[in-house]
């Protein structure tokens, strides 16, 4: 059996490897550069490749195409391949043929995702569980599946990689929040993305369990007009349930099964109302899995959060540095400034997706003291932001933003990086940004 994997990022060469291992004829084609590490791999393991073209006779010719989440449905390549009927499949569903034996835990949302993902991972592993973290968040759930076989797999999915699963199914499905982000590969209608969000489901049967957020509108209402199948979990920070997470008298309650995990949330590692959400997710995942009430104790207590999300880096005369340079849509920035308690100089720009800075206007003239531009073209915050505030400085490159922020800030107050855009005028992604973040600030 032919199979073409077109685009050779990390899921992409985790798939390659797992077909190689089932046997299959594979061929990894990249319109760009392949990195590499990558193409040493493909030469190790004799999967022959192509960069900078596609030739579409092979391409057409396949069998089946796993396609990488990062390739939008309108470029010529995916016209042409749809009108040859060849089926496309995406890396996480070839990944799921050979691992639908073990237990899947899928999180999907806009915001919260990673954060969730490893929390949920750390739980699994206090509990002394074989478990494996993969997805959007580091090793692709492929090559784990090829290289390093799990009992539990965490798999952080997102809306694109919904997108092509056929019969992908997890029996836990963990929808945390939907707001808008990508629209530009769902024609500018959310409820097209809304619907994506939802696949994650929508292969679930009885046996299933699907967490949601009882608080998002866009969940509720998605939840009123379709059916499902698998066992629905709620949890809410507005309301106490029955079944499900909630807080109540300061105190975060997972009523699941028969055996109730009950914590005050000031005892939570995660500060912040998004991360009560986060955490309720994660815990009610952990009991659907019978892990005991004392390890999801323990573990919503130990957890350390994760690099670029929310990350404290240093504090250099009573100003706390904290990078959240993985905040790559407004709403994740809101959630930043929602966190916050002490006046704030907010480092943000880069490329913009066509925000709507609207969402954070009330929060930044509330906790925002100064805002400093980096990016190549400010503009687009300038316009949406200067009438709230007072002090907006432009920079182009980190040593300058980090330097200005600095200059601006006061003992007690805190310097957050967390952009609200893509990474790629300045860097390669948002990982480099946020570790350069870091090294301006061991330099202060």
């Not at 300061?250 to 009560?276: F, R, T």
């Not at 990078?323 to 916050?340: G, H, I, Q, Y």
Request: aromatic share 8%; hydrophobic share 40%; with cysteine.
């Amino acid at each position: 059996m032919k199979l073409v994997v077109l685009g050779a990022g990390e899921s992409g060469i985790g798939a390659a490897l797992l077909g190689k291992q089932k046997g299959f004829e594979v061929f990894v084609s990249d319109g760009g550069q392949i990195r590499d590490i990558y193409k040493q791999e493909l030469a190790v393991h004799n999967i022959p490749f192509e960069e900078g073209h596609h030739s579409w006779d092979i391409i057409l010719g396949a069998d089946e195409i796993v396609k990488s989440p990062g390739i939008p449905e309108k470029t010529a390549l995916m016209k042409k391949v749809r009108e040859r009927g060849v089926r496309v499949i995406s890396e996480i569903e070839l990944a799921w043929r050979y691992s639908k034996d073990k237990k899947i835990i899928g999180i999907t949302g806009s915001n919260g995702k990673s954060t969730t993902t490893a929390l949920t991972y750390h739980i699994f592993k206090t509990a002394g569980l074989n478990a494996a973290m993969v997805g959007n968040i580091g090793v692709s759930y492929a090559r784990q599946v090829a290289t390093a076989p799990a009992d539990y797999y965490i798999i952080e999915i997102s809306s694109f990689q919904l997108d092509d699963i056929h019969d992908f199914k997890p029996d836990v499905a963990i929808l945390l929040n939907i707001t808008p982000d990508h629209l530009d590969r769902y024609d500018y209608k959310m409820e097209n993305y809304v619907a994506s969000k939802f696949r994650i489901a929508m292969n679930q049967t009885k046996e299933d369990y699907f967490i949601y957020c009882l608080d998002d509108p866009e969940i509720r209402h998605y939840l009123e007009t379709k059916q499902f199948y698998s066992e629905p979990i709620p949890f809410s920070i507005m309301e106490p349930l029955k079944e499900g997470g909630f807080i109540a008298n300061d105190q975060l309650n997972i009523h699941v099964k028969d055996e109730p995990v009950i914590m005050s949330m000031y005892d939570l590692a995660l500060k912040g109302k998004h991360n009560l959400y986060n955490s309720m997710a994660a815990g009610i995942a952990g009991r659907t899995m019978d892990i005991r009430k004392e390890k999801i104790r323990e573990s919503l207590s130990t957890f350390k959060s994760l690099e670029h999300r929310m990350e404290y880096v240093a504090t250099v005369r009573g100003v706390d540095f904290i990078n959240d340079s993985k905040a790559t849509n407004v709403n994740s920035v809101w959630f930043a400034l929602e966190s916050m308690e002490r006046p704030v100089v907010l480092i943000m720009g880069g490329v913009d997706k066509g925000n709507d800075y609207s969402a954070i206007r009330e929060l930044v003239r509330e906790k925002v003291k100064a805002i400093i531009c980096l990016g190549v073209d400010n503009r687009p915050i300038h316009e949406a932001l200067s009438k709230d505030i007072e002090v907006m400085v432009n920079t182009d490159n980190m040593k300058d933003a980090v330097a200005a922020a600095f200059r601006l800030a006061e003992k007690g107050d805190v310097v957050l990086l967390s952009p609200a855009c893509a990474s790629f005028d300045l860097f390669k992604n948002y990982e480099e940004r946020g570790r350069k973040f870091k090294e301006e600030v061991k330099q202060l």
